[in-house]
C-alpha cells in the first residue's frame, strides 16, 4: 500500500491533465486561425505556422518546465491562459487582414505573438529561478516603493508619454513601455506583506457611529494615503483606469485580511466623492463620464476623444447578435483600437452574445482558480498574494469590459491577455507564474 502511495506522488498527475488542456487549447487556437484565413482570403497559407507554432511551441515548452520544477502547480491556469492568448492573437490577426486590405501598414499580430512568446518565457523564468514566493516577504517595502516610482514614471519629463489624452507610457529610444502594468505586481506584494503584519491591529474596533462600528483613526490612515496616492495618478495622468485598479486592489485585499466590510464602504465612498470633484474640473476625466452617460449626443459623438469610438463598438455588439457573425464575417476594424481596448467589441461582434459569455466565462474560472489556490493555503502572506494576483485579473476585465458595454466609464486598460500590447502580456504572465508557483507549494504546506 506505501509502496502505491510512493508511486502516486511521483507521477505528476497534474501535470498529464495540464498537457491534455493545452493540447484542446491550441487545438482552438489552431481553428480559430484557420477559420479566419478560409473566411478573408479563401486559403490557408503558411502564416498560418507563424501566428500558432510559436505561441505553441512556448506554451508546451512552460509545460515541461512545470513539469520537472513545479509539479504540484495548478493544472488549469497554463491551458486557459494559452486559450485567451491565442484567441486575442487570432482577432488581431483578423483585423490586421482588413487593414492589409485598406494597405494600412499598421500591423500587430506578428508583434503580438513576440510579446506572447517573450511573456510566456518571463513566466517560466518565475517558476525557475523562484523556488519559493515566501521569500518576497523580505522585499515588502521594497516592493511598495518600486511600485510607486513605476505609477509616476509616465509624468517625469522626457521619458513620459501622453497618449489619446493619458499619460500611461514612457519611452527610452525606440522602446516604449506602459510602467503601470509592472507596477500592479509590485503593489500587490507590497498590500499582502503590508496588511498581513498590520492585520490584527485593523480589525481593532473604533467607535459606533450610527449603529455602525468605526475603525480607530489611526487604522484609516492607509486608506487615506492610497486615496492620495490614486487621486494623484487620477489627476497627474488622467487615468481613470489605474486609479480605479489600483484603489479597487487595496480595499479588496483590505476586506480579505481583516474580514471588515467597513473599509470597503469607506474606500469606496472616498473614491467616488473624489472622483466627482475631479470631474468637475473638467478635460479628460469629464469627457469621459459625458460620453459614458450621454454616447449619442452629437457634439460628443463628433468630437475629439468624444464618444464615436464607444457608439461604434456597440453598433458592433448590436451586429454580432446573439451567435455573432463568425470569425472574418463582421467589420470590428470600424472601431478605432479594436485590437487594444475595444478588442472585446470585435469578438462579441464575431462571436456573438453566446462567445463572449464564453470568454467571460474562462476569466471567472481562471479567477477561480486563483482564489482556490488562496483557500488551500495556511499561510497569509500567500493567502493575500494569491488573492490579490487573482482580482488584478478580475477588477481589470470588469473595468475593460464595464466600459466598452458601458457598465462604467470608459478607461484606458486593456484587457487581460486577450488585446495587443506587450507590457500587458508581460505583467500577466507573470501573474500567472507567480501563481503557478504558489500553487505549487500547497502540497508541501498541508503535507
Not at 511551441?57 to 520544477?69: D, E, N, Q, S, T
Not at 523564468?125 to 514566493?133: D, S, T
Not at 498590500?191 to 492585520?199: C, I, P
Request: hydrophobic content about 55%.
Amino acid at each position: 500500500m506505501a509502496r502505491s502511495l510512493n508511486i502516486a506522488r511521483v507521477i505528476p498527475r497534474n501535470r498529464n491533465i495540464e498537457a491534455l488542456l493545452l493540447l484542446f487549447a491550441v487545438g482552438i487556437n489552431a481553428f480559430e486561425l484557420a477559420q479566419i484565413q478560409l473566411s478573408v482570403i479563401d486559403v490557408v497559407n503558411g502564416d498560418f505556422f507563424i501566428y500558432w507554432a510559436p505561441i505553441a511551441i512556448a506554451a508546451f515548452v512552460f509545460h515541461l518546465v512545470l513539469r520537472f520544477r513545479a509539479r504540484d502547480a495548478d493544472s488549469l491556469l497554463l491551458p486557459l491562459a494559452v486559450l485567451l492568448n491565442g484567441l486575442g492573437v487570432a482577432m488581431i490577426y483578423r483585423l490586421d487582414l482588413a487593414k492589409i486590405a485598406n494597405h494600412d501598414t499598421d500591423l500587430f499580430a506578428f508583434k503580438q505573438v513576440i510579446w506572447t512568446v517573450v511573456a510566456i518565457a518571463a513566466a517560466a523564468a518565475v517558476v525557475l529561478y523562484i523556488p519559493n514566493h515566501l521569500f518576497l516577504r523580505k522585499y515588502v517595502y521594497l516592493s511598495g516603493v518600486i511600485g510607486l516610482v513605476l505609477l509616476i514614471l509616465p509624468v517625469v519629463p522626457f521619458i513620459g508619454r501622453r497618449i489619446n489624452g493619458a499619460s500611461l507610457w514612457i519611452a527610452i529610444g525606440g522602446f516604449t513601455f506602459q510602467p503601470g502594468e509592472l507596477a500592479k505586481i509590485a503593489l500587490t506584494i507590497f498590500f499582502a506583506g503590508y496588511l498581513v503584519q498590520r492585520k490584527d491591529s485593523l480589525s481593532v474596533t473604533g467607535r459606533k457611529i450610527l449603529g455602525v462600528q468605526l475603525p480607530r483613526a489611526r487604522e484609516l490612515g492607509p486608506i487615506l494615503i492610497f486615496w492620495v496616492a490614486s487621486l494623484l495618478v487620477l489627476v497627474l495622468e488622467k487615468d481613470l483606469g489605474t486609479s480605479l485598479l489600483f484603489f479597487g486592489l487595496f480595499l479588496v485585499m483590505i476586506y480579505t485580511a481583516t474580514g471588515r466590510a467597513i473599509y470597503v464602504a469607506v474606500g469606496m465612498g472616498m473614491f467616488l466623492v473624489s472622483g466627482l470633484l475631479v470631474s468637475q474640473l473638467g478635460g479628460y476625466v469629464q469627457g469621459r463620464i459625458d460620453s459614458w452617460l450621454n454616447p449619442l449626443d452629437d457634439t460628443l459623438y463628433n468630437a475629439s476623444g468624444g464618444s464615436y469610438q464607444l457608439v461604434q463598438g456597440m453598433f458592433g455588439l448590436a451586429h454580432g447578435g446573439l451567435t455573432g457573425t463568425g470569425l472574418g464575417g463582421g467589420f470590428p476594424q470600424l472601431v478605432p483600437l479594436a485590437e487594444s481596448d475595444f478588442i472585446i467589441t470585435s469578438i462579441g461582434e464575431e462571436l456573438g452574445l453566446i462567445g463572449l459569455f464564453a470568454v467571460f466565462a474562462v476569466y471567472i474560472l481562471f479567477v477561480a482558480r486563483g482564489i482556490r489556490i488562496a483557500v488551500n493555503h495556511t499561510d497569509d502572506f500567500s493567502r493575500l498574494l494569491s488573492v490579490g494576483l487573482s482580482f488584478v485579473i478580475a477588477l481589470q476585465c470588469f473595468i475593460v469590459i464595464g466600459g466598452v458595454t458601458r457598465v462604467v466609464p470608459l478607461t484606458g486598460l486593456t484587457t487581460p491577455l486577450l488585446a495587443a500590447g506587450g507590457s500587458s502580456l508581460l505583467a500577466n504572465w507573470i501573474i500567472i507564474g507567480l501563481l503557478l508557483r504558489i500553487s505549487d507549494s500547497v502540497r508541501s504546506e498541508t503535507a
